[in-house]
């Protein structure tokens, strides 16, 4: 989801605009406890591990999202 925020700049008194990902406004959640595992049966165990593995899974989509976006800037840039 995005934002159009609206401004004026000090120095050319211009107004513009500029659209942010409103994740990018949000606070960084700070990293969780590791859960004690102990607790957990072995089906709960493999459940766990199969989030994590989806999950794992979708963080490298979106580094490679990203890395496609930086390199595309990156070869604009050098032209």
Do not use: C, W
Not at 21 to 38: F, Y
């Amino acid at each position: 989801m995005t934002a159009t925020i609206a401004y004026d700049d000090p120095i050319t008194n211009a107004a513009g605009k500029i659209e942010m990902d409103i994740e990018d406004l949000e606070p960084r959640k700070q990293s969780s406890k590791p859960k004690d595992l102990a607790a957990f049966s072995v089906d709960e165990l493999r459940a766990y591990i199969a989030t994590l593995k989806a999950e794992i899974a979708r963080a490298e989509e979106t580094i490679a999202k990203k890395t496609a976006h930086l390199d595309a800037a990156s070869a604009f840039f050098k032209k």
